[in-house]
């Protein structure tokens, strides 16, 4: 029989056991407790503590890259064309932003950005994002005001334009990160210099900020560039061109100035233009620079080519003459034809009349091969090269497959296409002796440690042709800007100039022939003509008001050569405070009022060559002197010679030395 007590006993054990069991658990398990924490602690510290602490950092800071300072742009005396000035842009951490709706509304309120557009940059990606580049300080205090979580404000830098609208299309101007047209554009590798890497932080509340120390990689400035350009010759002749292009309600306009004796721009324009500061108002067409990349058909302008070359080859010399068809002159079945007939006319007679069939035959003569060779060798048919984007280099069929109406047509300029750049640096081997010199635009490339990195100087390309040619060039050309001349319009009182008119028809490819009403007028020269200095050219496309050269871009070309002639303190070759009248007897029989006088108040002889015997007695009426005449034809020499005294007699040689 079983002992109640004991059962009982048993009972009180296995009791005691348990309790003893559960002491003795908590007697474990409590030590192991407490030691987690030490063990999580060592893990974390110890173990990977490095990279947790690392990892921390990198919530609380981020790197971000920051763009350099662009650099400068200049004109040839230190006036600044482009520069960079602070500004702010406005970043966020999109985890930070609390309430992006909310936040997007403000923001956008604050510097007049869509908030739907600021909302969609917020949502997009994760981690930093610019929410607005560039803004003005006004927008920046704004946004600093509104202190909204998760932002914060870099400062950067921002391209201004200080001449406005001035050298525009020259220039070009800077997107959000790089150049994107003219100079901004094909120097961008130079002026942008090299990008630097900032820390930004968050503060204990959670703010963004970035202390001055926090430069991984400060950023290095763009190089400053120095050009040739001058701003005062740049607005003289924006100033006339726009007024000239404006006024006959041109499509487009170009001009350029080059520094006669060097190569080196002084100015370029194209019209219609745009400011830089403000490119996104405007349409792409004005960014475009109609200097380098208007191809046209340069008209009678490139005579002037085509009577060098045949005086450098010795096809023809200056006193011969040429029986100019009395206006109309059949090759084939096609019609050459001048806009006044002519009959004889010597080269220079050619030359100042601009007959385009007069040129037709000195070509003719010439032949296709020599004549296309000295386009190529006055730099026709390649481009000159001036660190711009966009330079054309013309267009000139190969020579082998030109008809002989072909050749004729090239002579006076039809059936080839330039620029004006090309066009004005091949009149200025004419300036020059015969040189044909490279152009250059940027002079001097600097970096941010002064040292040079690109520096241009004046370069002889090659003799084209000889220095007597061009000398009987620039008394061909300086009859063209005299009395009959087709170029009255570019005469500069005081000074002598030398130039050329071009007048030519527009081919329409649509069409497949030359246009009735489409002409590109253009008037290209180099003054003083004795002691060249500069050399310009102006090209103005479709004209509405008049088509000639010699009355749309003559006036033009004026305006800019005598204010850039004043400028440069060209002295006028007589000045009108120096001249000296002396006393007329009583009783001296004047000349007439329109014939000019020389220096002494004396007239002067006028230029007869290449003009018929009536023509010539038509011109010297009113003269108080005797005339010799000597032979048959035109007059081929005189005495006295053009601009000499007029004496007591006058003798004229007249001849009928014919080619044709």
């Not at 901004?184 to 202390?211: C, F, H, N, W």
């Not at 701003?231 to 006024?247: D, K």
């Not at 022939?513 to 003083?528: L, N």
């Not at 010539?616 to 108080?624: C, I, Y």
């Amino acid at each position: 029989m079983d002992d109640p007590m004991r059962k009982r006993g048993d009972r009180g054990s296995s009791w005691t056991d348990g309790v003893r069991g559960r002491i003795r658990f908590l007697g474990i398990l409590i030590p192991l407790l407490l030691l987690l924490p030490m063990l999580k602690a060592f893990y974390l510290q110890i173990l990977h503590g490095e990279v947790l602490r690392e990892r921390a950092i990198r919530q609380n800071r981020m790197t971000v890259s920051i763009n350099p300072r662009r650099g400068a742009i200049l004109d040839r005396n230190g006036q600044r064309l482009a520069v960079s000035v602070p500004v702010s842009s406005v970043y966020a951490f999109r985890g930070d932003i609390t309430d992006k709706g909310l936040e997007a509304q403000l923001l956008g309120k604050a510097v007049d950005v869509d908030g739907g557009h600021l909302l969609a940059r917020m949502k997009t990606g994760s981690g930093f994002v610019w929410l607005v580049r560039k803004i003005s300080p006004e927008k920046a205090e704004k946004v600093r005001a509104l202190d909204l979580p998760g932002m914060g404000i870099q400062k950067e830098s921002r391209r201004y334009y200080p001449s406005l609208d001035l050298a525009g299309p020259v220039l070009g101007f800077v997107g959000t990160d790089r150049g994107l047209e003219g100079l901004e554009d094909s120097l961008d590798d130079q002026l942008k210099g090299a990008g630097g890497v900032r820390v930004l932080k968050r503060d204990a509340m959670g703010r963004i900020y970035s202390p001055d120390d926090s430069w991984n990689l400060k950023p290095t400035m763009g190089s400053t560039v120095h050009l040739t350009l001058d701003r005062t010759i740049q607005y003289f002749t924006e100033e006339a061109l726009n007024a000239g292009a404006a006024g006959a309600s041109a499509k487009g306009a170009a001009a350029i100035v080059i520094e006669s004796a060097t190569g080196k721009i002084l100015a370029m324009a194209s019209f219609p233009g745009f400011n830089p500061n403000e490119f996104q108002r405007f349409s792409s067409a004005n960014y475009r620079n109609r200097a380098i990349n208007f191809t046209y058909e340069p008209g009678s302008t490139f005579k002037i080519i085509t009577v060098s070359a045949a005086l450098e080859e010795k096809v023809f010399d200056d006193m011969d003459i040429l029986f100019c068809e009395n206006g109309k002159f059949e090759i084939g079945n096609i019609f050459i034809k001048d806009h006044v007939p002519h009959g004889w006319l010597t080269l220079k007679g050619i030359v100042q009349k601009s007959s385009n069939i007069g040129a037709s035959k000195i070509g003719l003569k010439l032949g296709r091969t020599r004549l296309a060779d000295y386009a190529v060798r006055f730099g026709f048919k390649s481009r000159v090269g001036l660190l711009l984007p966009g330079e054309r280099k013309g267009v000139m069929r190969d020579a082998a497959t030109w008809r002989q109406v072909d050749t004729a047509n090239a002579s006076f300029g039809q059936g080839i296409a330039v620029t004006p750049l090309q066009m004005v640096n091949a009149i200025n081997v004419i300036a020059t002796g015969g040189r044909l010199l490279r152009p250059f635009l940027v002079e001097n490339i600097v970096n941010s440690s002064g040292q040079s990195v690109l520096k241009n100087r004046p370069e002889i390309i090659r003799q084209v042709i000889s220095e007597s040619t061009a000398k009987k060039m620039t008394g061909m050309m300086e009859s063209v800007v005299r009395l009959g001349g087709s170029g009255v319009r570019a005469a500069i009182p005081g000074y002598k100039v030398a130039g050329k008119t071009g007048t030519a028809q527009k081919f329409s490819s649509r069409e497949g022939r030359y246009s009735e009403d489409a002409y590109v007028a253009s008037f290209v020269g180099f003054a003083p003509a004795d002691k060249p200095v500069i050399t310009v050219i102006v090209v103005v496309d479709e004209p509405q008001t008049d088509i000639y050269g010699g009355v749309v871009a003559a006036p033009i070309w004026a305006r800019i050569v005598g204010k850039t002639l004043e400028y440069l303190k060209v002295e006028p070759a007589v000045p009108e405070k120096d001249r000296k009248y002396p006393p007329i007897p009583e009783g001296t029989k004047l000349a007439r009022a329109d014939h000019e006088v020389d220096a002494s108040g004396s007239p002067a002889m006028p230029d007869l060559q290449g003009l018929t015997l009536r023509e010539a007695l038509q011109v010297l009426s009113g003269l108080n002197s005797g005339i010799d005449v000597s032979g048959t034809g035109v007059v081929i020499r005189q005495d006295p010679a053009p601009g000499e005294n007029v004496g007591q007699k006058i003798r004229l040689s007249l001849m009928p030395r014919i080619k044709t």
